[in-house]
Protein backbone atom coordinates (compact mmCIF):
# COMPACT_ATOMS: atom_id res chain seq x y z
CA UNK A 1 0.00 0.00 0.00
CA UNK A 2 1.48 4.05 -1.03
CA UNK A 3 2.60 5.34 1.63
CA UNK A 4 4.92 8.03 0.30
CA UNK A 5 7.26 10.93 1.44
CA UNK A 6 4.95 13.86 0.67
CA UNK A 7 2.33 11.87 2.80
CA UNK A 8 4.71 11.83 5.52
CA UNK A 9 5.21 15.29 5.69
CA UNK A 10 1.32 16.08 5.14
CA UNK A 11 1.30 13.99 8.60
CA UNK A 12 3.94 16.05 10.31
CA UNK A 13 1.90 19.27 9.41
CA UNK A 14 -1.01 17.44 10.72
CA UNK A 15 1.13 16.55 13.81
CA UNK A 16 2.05 20.74 14.80
CA UNK A 17 -1.46 21.72 13.91
CA UNK A 18 -2.79 19.16 17.19
CA UNK A 19 0.55 20.08 19.01
CA UNK A 20 -0.59 24.36 18.41
CA UNK A 21 -4.22 22.54 19.29
CA UNK A 22 -3.18 21.65 23.08
CA UNK A 23 -2.59 18.11 22.34
CA UNK A 24 0.67 17.26 24.33
CA UNK A 25 1.23 13.42 24.84
CA UNK A 26 4.04 12.66 22.61
CA UNK A 27 3.04 8.61 22.78
CA UNK A 28 -0.50 10.22 20.59
CA UNK A 29 1.57 12.64 18.66
CA UNK A 30 4.23 10.48 17.51
CA UNK A 31 1.45 7.15 16.90
CA UNK A 32 -0.52 10.38 14.50
CA UNK A 33 2.36 10.89 12.77
CA UNK A 34 3.09 7.28 11.97
CA UNK A 35 -0.25 5.89 11.07
CA UNK A 36 -0.87 6.49 7.49
CA UNK A 37 -4.44 8.08 7.81
CA UNK A 38 -4.94 8.39 4.05
CA UNK A 39 -5.24 4.88 3.56
CA UNK A 40 -8.32 4.76 5.98
CA UNK A 41 -10.38 6.70 3.57
CA UNK A 42 -12.04 6.22 0.29
CA UNK A 43 -9.62 7.63 -2.46
CA UNK A 44 -11.92 10.18 -3.35
CA UNK A 45 -10.60 11.71 -0.52
CA UNK A 46 -7.18 11.24 -0.62
CA UNK A 47 -6.10 14.73 -0.66
CA UNK A 48 -8.19 15.87 2.81
CA UNK A 49 -6.41 12.62 4.33
CA UNK A 50 -3.98 14.99 6.72
CA UNK A 51 -6.55 17.90 6.98
CA UNK A 52 -8.00 17.99 10.79
CA UNK A 53 -11.41 17.29 9.55
CA UNK A 54 -13.80 14.36 10.17
CA UNK A 55 -14.68 12.82 6.61
CA UNK A 56 -17.17 10.14 5.17
CA UNK A 57 -16.74 6.79 5.16
CA UNK A 58 -18.90 3.87 4.17
CA UNK A 59 -22.34 3.17 5.77
CA UNK A 60 -22.77 6.77 5.83
CA UNK A 61 -20.15 6.69 8.91
CA UNK A 62 -17.40 9.26 9.57
CA UNK A 63 -13.72 8.65 10.29
CA UNK A 64 -13.06 11.17 13.35
CA UNK A 65 -11.09 14.26 13.29
CA UNK A 66 -7.78 13.84 14.20
CA UNK A 67 -7.96 16.41 16.76
CA UNK A 68 -10.75 13.92 17.94
CA UNK A 69 -9.37 10.99 18.05
CA UNK A 70 -6.43 12.74 19.76
CA UNK A 71 -8.06 14.63 22.46
CA UNK A 72 -10.09 10.95 23.56
CA UNK A 73 -6.91 8.95 23.38
CA UNK A 74 -5.18 11.58 25.38
CA UNK A 75 -8.48 11.65 28.54
CA UNK A 76 -7.93 7.68 28.13
CA UNK A 77 -4.03 7.62 29.33
CA UNK A 78 -3.34 4.87 27.38
CA UNK A 79 -0.56 2.68 29.08
CA UNK A 80 1.46 -0.27 26.93
CA UNK A 81 -0.50 -3.47 27.50
CA UNK A 82 -3.80 -1.12 28.83
CA UNK A 83 -6.85 -3.65 27.85
CA UNK A 84 -8.57 -1.03 25.85
CA UNK A 85 -12.30 -1.46 24.53
CA UNK A 86 -13.22 1.05 21.49
CA UNK A 87 -17.03 1.74 20.90
CA UNK A 88 -17.82 2.24 16.84
CA UNK A 89 -14.91 0.62 14.79
CA UNK A 90 -15.87 2.38 11.94
CA UNK A 91 -12.51 3.00 9.86
CA UNK A 92 -10.25 1.56 12.46
CA UNK A 93 -8.19 4.38 12.42
CA UNK A 94 -8.73 4.88 16.30
CA UNK A 95 -8.35 0.93 16.91
CA UNK A 96 -4.81 1.77 14.74
CA UNK A 97 -3.67 4.35 17.49
CA UNK A 98 -5.07 2.30 19.95
CA UNK A 99 -2.69 -0.71 19.17
CA UNK A 100 0.16 1.45 18.11
CA UNK A 101 0.06 2.60 22.06
CA UNK A 102 0.46 -0.78 22.89
CA UNK A 103 -2.75 -1.32 23.92
CA UNK A 104 -4.34 -4.40 23.72
CA UNK A 105 -7.25 -3.03 21.90
CA UNK A 106 -11.38 -4.75 21.63
CA UNK A 107 -13.65 -3.10 19.08
CA UNK A 108 -16.96 -3.21 18.60
CA UNK A 109 -18.71 -2.06 15.42
CA UNK A 110 -22.76 -2.47 14.51
CA UNK A 111 -22.28 -2.06 10.88
CA UNK A 112 -21.39 -5.59 8.96
CA UNK A 113 -20.63 -3.60 5.96
CA UNK A 114 -17.66 -1.83 8.31
CA UNK A 115 -16.85 -4.56 10.60
CA UNK A 116 -15.59 -6.44 7.30
CA UNK A 117 -13.71 -3.86 5.20
CA UNK A 118 -12.09 -3.06 8.89
CA UNK A 119 -11.36 -6.41 10.14
CA UNK A 120 -9.07 -7.63 6.59
CA UNK A 121 -8.14 -3.92 6.13
CA UNK A 122 -6.18 -3.33 10.06
CA UNK A 123 -3.86 -6.65 10.02
CA UNK A 124 -2.53 -5.77 6.28
CA UNK A 125 -1.08 -2.48 7.67
CA UNK A 126 -0.20 -4.62 10.61
CA UNK A 127 -2.35 -3.40 13.33
CA UNK A 128 -3.59 -6.18 15.26
CA UNK A 129 -6.75 -5.47 18.06
CA UNK A 130 -7.17 -8.76 19.83
CA UNK A 131 -10.58 -8.86 18.90
CA UNK A 132 -13.21 -6.75 16.34
CA UNK A 133 -16.40 -7.98 17.20
CA UNK A 134 -19.92 -7.30 14.89
CA UNK A 135 -21.99 -6.01 17.68
CA UNK A 136 -23.81 -3.36 19.81
CA UNK A 137 -21.86 -1.37 21.43
CA UNK A 138 -24.34 -0.16 24.05
CA UNK A 139 -23.89 -3.68 26.04
CA UNK A 140 -19.96 -3.59 25.83
CA UNK A 141 -18.10 -6.73 26.27
CA UNK A 142 -18.99 -8.29 29.40
CA UNK A 143 -16.85 -11.55 28.99
CA UNK A 144 -13.73 -9.54 28.57
CA UNK A 145 -14.45 -6.78 31.34
CA UNK A 146 -12.84 -5.22 33.29
CA UNK A 147 -11.61 -2.64 31.33
CA UNK A 148 -8.58 -0.30 31.96
CA UNK A 149 -10.31 2.29 29.20
CA UNK A 150 -13.69 2.49 27.42
CA UNK A 151 -13.77 5.10 24.62
CA UNK A 152 -16.89 5.55 22.73
CA UNK A 153 -16.65 7.11 19.39
CA UNK A 154 -20.12 8.03 18.13
CA UNK A 155 -22.57 10.43 19.96
CA UNK A 156 -24.19 8.81 23.30
CA UNK A 157 -27.84 9.78 23.83
CA UNK A 158 -26.82 8.51 27.11
CA UNK A 159 -24.17 7.08 29.46
CA UNK A 160 -24.79 2.91 28.92
CA UNK A 161 -24.77 1.21 32.32
CA UNK A 162 -22.93 -1.72 31.21
CA UNK A 163 -19.65 0.54 30.07
CA UNK A 164 -19.15 1.87 33.52
CA UNK A 165 -19.86 -1.23 34.93
CA UNK A 166 -16.81 -3.11 32.77
CA UNK A 167 -14.39 -0.66 34.19
CA UNK A 168 -11.64 -2.05 36.38
CA UNK A 169 -11.24 0.36 39.49
CA UNK A 170 -9.04 3.43 38.10
CA UNK A 171 -10.30 2.65 34.73
CA UNK A 172 -12.06 5.48 32.60
CA UNK A 173 -14.74 5.83 30.00
CA UNK A 174 -14.07 8.66 27.64
CA UNK A 175 -18.02 8.60 25.99
CA UNK A 176 -19.34 12.12 24.28
CA UNK A 177 -22.56 12.69 25.65
CA UNK A 178 -25.88 14.30 23.98
CA UNK A 179 -28.01 14.31 20.58
CA UNK A 180 -27.22 17.15 18.34
CA UNK A 181 -24.07 17.96 19.95
CA UNK A 182 -22.05 16.27 22.02
CA UNK A 183 -20.18 17.03 25.66
CA UNK A 184 -17.19 14.88 25.83
CA UNK A 185 -17.38 13.34 29.44
CA UNK A 186 -14.98 11.25 31.23
CA UNK A 187 -15.69 9.23 33.93
CA UNK A 188 -12.69 7.55 36.24
CA UNK A 189 -13.84 4.75 38.21
CA UNK A 190 -13.02 5.67 42.29
CA UNK A 191 -14.56 2.36 43.45
CA UNK A 192 -16.97 -0.37 42.93
CA UNK A 193 -19.51 2.18 43.28
CA UNK A 194 -18.06 5.81 42.95
CA UNK A 195 -17.17 7.38 39.50
CA UNK A 196 -15.80 10.63 39.46
CA UNK A 197 -16.91 12.83 36.21
CA UNK A 198 -15.34 15.32 34.40
CA UNK A 199 -16.53 17.66 31.36
CA UNK A 200 -14.71 18.85 28.39
CA UNK A 201 -15.82 20.85 25.48
CA UNK A 202 -18.45 20.31 23.34
CA UNK A 203 -18.26 17.82 20.14
CA UNK A 204 -20.19 16.24 17.42
CA UNK A 205 -20.07 12.37 16.55
CA UNK A 206 -22.78 10.70 14.18
CA UNK A 207 -25.24 8.80 16.69
CA UNK A 208 -24.58 5.83 18.91
CA UNK A 209 -27.63 3.87 17.25
CA UNK A 210 -29.77 0.99 19.66
CA UNK A 211 -29.51 -2.17 18.61
CA UNK A 212 -31.95 -2.31 15.00
CA UNK A 213 -33.79 -5.88 16.66
N1 LIG B 1 -13.54 5.21 15.46
C1 LIG B 1 -14.09 5.42 14.14
C2 LIG B 1 -15.28 6.37 14.20
C3 LIG B 1 -16.37 5.94 13.30
S1 LIG B 1 -17.88 6.83 13.47
C4 LIG B 1 -13.05 5.91 13.18
O1 LIG B 1 -12.02 6.44 13.62
O2 LIG B 1 -13.22 5.76 11.97
C5 LIG B 1 -18.73 5.92 14.72
C6 LIG B 1 -18.93 4.44 14.47
O3 LIG B 1 -19.76 3.92 15.51
C7 LIG B 1 -19.65 4.09 13.16
O4 LIG B 1 -18.86 3.20 12.43
C8 LIG B 1 -20.95 3.46 13.61
O5 LIG B 1 -21.43 2.44 12.75
C9 LIG B 1 -20.57 2.90 14.97
N2 LIG B 1 -21.71 2.66 15.88
C10 LIG B 1 -22.85 3.37 16.01
N3 LIG B 1 -23.64 2.82 16.96
C11 LIG B 1 -22.98 1.72 17.44
C12 LIG B 1 -23.28 0.72 18.41
N4 LIG B 1 -24.44 0.72 19.10
N5 LIG B 1 -22.37 -0.25 18.63
C13 LIG B 1 -21.19 -0.29 17.94
N6 LIG B 1 -20.87 0.62 17.00
C14 LIG B 1 -21.75 1.62 16.74
Do not use: W
Not at 102 to 125: D, M, N
Amino acid sequence: MNDTFRHKGLRQQLVNVLKNKGIADSAVLNAIGDIPRHLFMDSGFLDHAYQDKAFPIAADQTISQPYTVAFQTELLQVKKGSKILEIGTGSGYQTAVLCALGAKVYSIERQQELFKKTSKFLPKLGYRAKKLIFGDGYKGLPEEAPFDGVIVTAGAPFVPKPLLAQLAIGGRLVIPVGNDVQVMTLFIRKGPKEFEQHEFGEFRFVPLLEDKN
